[in-house]
């Protein structure tokens, strides 16, 4: 019987699987053979791979050169190639970028590769929806992210960012203690100059995670100061990286999403014989339970608080807790509503969408003040200075908790120099270095055609594109981030001082709808980071709170950074394995880390 029912699995997913193959070689055929190739003229690399184009290289953790090559010489409109010679776009530049996500936004959507594969994951949440289903979605949600919204949440980072400084002053102090104890020495105390070494990668997953559990769910998945082992926790971590490593399997998700059932195609993922498919398997089915769980608890917590008459019984105090209400609003009409399906949806993805994104910046941010010691002072002391001002005009009214004082919002908000170096590293390393897009109909696209001649000034000239439906683009946020003809010469150094001198140091010409100043890094149009400012106020309390407390300075490691739909930092290190040096990568940013008095 076993055997029969082995058997059974088997054939199915045979089945299944050549249909899939037949299917997709078809399709692919048709594209590059029958119909004439689209893109003759746009120039690019050649395919990587008769079957799977340049998509190995787009896809890849050591991709990051790569995409960086494709806009630096090959210009802003590149063709790529996808599965058996698809004609793929690679997109920098900013006028065709401007069309995209502006005018033509209504003829590009989101992959069903990334539509698809993400409701499997998700569920129906923002990134699985479209039309006028995510139209709504998003109105339900704009709400959590309003200012009053966002300033109820401020002092739930603040607690986070304050945890988090005594723990690394505690890591700090321990290692100063072992190192002059081993030294016999007299014990040190931290201060004076004594370093010791932060893993300052590991520390922004934590405390980004721990800031999205608490400010979204009302959850929290790690106190900081005890090691975690929460399974959901784990499984959120994991999953970004191992979708990526499955980028090219992911590719049928659109055909796999047609084959029957749910229940069929549930069957289907679970005889796949690949631990990696049954790993996201998994997490899938842990997260949307806990979410469930977490969801139920929320429900009866603000029901329990209305009952009580709390004085601010069932208002909502993070960003689930605030949809639930929706829902429980009398008279609410049905389209003004999510339904526990939609809500646990969201829930998953506003952690995703939140999480690696932001440990990912501020990790970007430690590093590059330890390297530029200058900028790093000019941050400390303004922040000093803030404080001391803010001590000056009201003794009493500092917004204090605990007896630690806290800069009010605007303040904090507002100072330059925080400002110019969160804007400087969103634009030369936006975490999120690329998106893609299919066309849903004919569009034409302007572009700003560049034809390389023997000197510095290439010759440009205006062009434009016929792209057909059924295109796969590539939008390089990265690209478009660092083009010399809208930034400047210097686009690829980092430079924050840009963002003293002037709010738009970008040129007047185009306008890039980038949701966040006139950058690309939280994309723009209608599918743009709903969470850019829940973003900003997260990482400015962090870092301003750390960086008043700690100084950073880089250590001897090669620290290499890496791509995995998410940038994330790794540490090359040389080991010895059976008497050969190998390079050994791990994920980490080890810096020096000092009290605040280093710095003079
Ligand atoms: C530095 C931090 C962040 C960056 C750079 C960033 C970047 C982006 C980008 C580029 C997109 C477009 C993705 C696409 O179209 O494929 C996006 C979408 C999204 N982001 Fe963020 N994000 C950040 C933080 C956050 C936070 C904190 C949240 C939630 C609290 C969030 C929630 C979302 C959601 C839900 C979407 C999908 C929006 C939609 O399709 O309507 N993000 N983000």
């Known amino acids: 019987m076993a055997f029969l029912q082995q058997n059974l699995k088997a054939h199915s997913l045979l089945h299944a699987l050549t249909l899939l193959a037949f299917y997709q070689l078809s399709r692919w055929l048709y594209r590059s053979m029958v119909v004439c190739p689209p893109f003759i003229g746009i120039p690019g690399p050649k395919p990587a791979s008769w079957f799977s184009g340049n998509l190995g290289q787009l896809f890849n953790a050591k991709g990051l050169p790569f995409h960086q090559h494709l806009s630096d010489f090959y210009g802003g409109m590149v063709k790529v190639y996808g599965f058996f010679g698809d004609e793929q776009l690679y997109i920098s530049d900013p006028l065709a970028i401007q069309a995209i996500l502006g005018k033509e936004q209504e003829c590009f959507d989101e992959t069903a590769v990334f539509l698809e594969a993400n409701k499997i994951i998700f569920g129906s949440g923002l990134v699985s929806t479209t039309g006028e289903l995510h139209k709504r979605q998003r109105k339900l949600a704009a709400p959590m992210f ?103 399997v992911r590719q049928f998700a659109p055909f796999f999403s047609k084959l029957g059932p749910a229940w069929f195609r549930r069957k289907l993922v679970e005889w796949t014989p690949n631990r990696k498919v049954q790993k996201v398997k998994a997490t899938s089915d842990l997260m949307h339970e806990s979410a469930k769980a977490i969801l139920e608890e929320r429900r009866a917590q603000l029901l329990d608080e209305a009952d009580l008459g709390s004085e601010d019984g069932g208002r909502a105090k993070d960003l689930i807790s605030m949809l639930c209400e929706y829902k429980r609003m009398r008279g609410a009409a049905p389209e003004e509503r999510m339904d526990d399906d939609e809500l646990t949806g969201q829930m998953t993805v506003l952690i995703f969408g939140a999480q690696d994104t932001t ?22 002391e303004e922040i000093r200075n803030a404080y001391a001002l803010m001590r000056q005009h009201d003794a009493d009214g500092t917004d204090c908790a605990g007896g630690r004082e806290r800069l009010d919002q605007e303040t904090l908000m507002g100072l330059p120099w925080l400002d110019a170096v969160m804007k400087e590293t969103l634009r030369l390393y936006p975490p999120v270095p690329f998106v893609r897009r299919t066309c849903t109909k004919e569009a034409s696209i302007p572009y700003t055609r560049t034809i390389p001649d023997n000197s510095n000034t290439p010759f440009t000239s205006l062009a434009s594109v016929r792209i057909p439906k059924g295109t796969t683009l590539f939008l390089s946020i990265a690209g478009c981030n660092r083009i010399r003809s809208l930034w400047g010469d210097d686009a690829g150094e980092w430079k924050p001082e840009r963002w003293l001198e002037s709010t738009q140091p970008y040129s007047k010409d185009v306008k890039i709808p980038g949701a966040h100043s006139g950058m690309l890094s939280f994309l723009g149009g209608g599918r743009s980071c709903i969470g850019y400012r829940f ?30 739909q998410i940038t994330s930092p790794s540490v090359c290190r040389a080991v010895e394995r059976e008497g050969r040096v190998l390079v050994e990568e791990t994920k980490a940013l080890p810096l020096f880390a000092a009290f605040d008095d280093a710095l003079g």
């Open 146 to 248: 309003s200012t009053a919204q966002l300033a109820k949440i401020a002092p739930t980072f603040y607690d986070i960012a304050e945890k988090l400084v005594d723990v690394l002053q505690r890591e700090v102090n321990e290692q100063l203690s072992l190192t002059s104890s081993a030294n016999a020495e007299e014990k040190n105390d931290g201060k004076g100059g004594e370093r010791a070494v932060l893993d300052m990668s590991e520390w922004s997953c934590r405390v980004s995670l721990e800031a999205a559990g608490r400010a979204i769910l009302g959850y929290s998945f790690d106190p900081l100061d005890s090691p975690v082992s929460n399974p959901y926790t784990t499984a959120i971590k994991e999953l970004i990286p191992t979708l990526f490593s499955l980028a090219l």
């Open 359 to 380: 440990s990912s910046v501020m990790s970007r941010v430690f590093s590059l003040l330890a390297t530029h010691p200058d900028v790093q002072l000019n941050v400390l």
């Open 535 to 564: 973003a900003m106020l997260e990482m400015k309390i962090i870092l301003a709170t750390v960086l008043s407390s700690l100084v950073f300075s880089p250590t001897e490691d090669r620290i290499v950074w890496n791509l995995a």
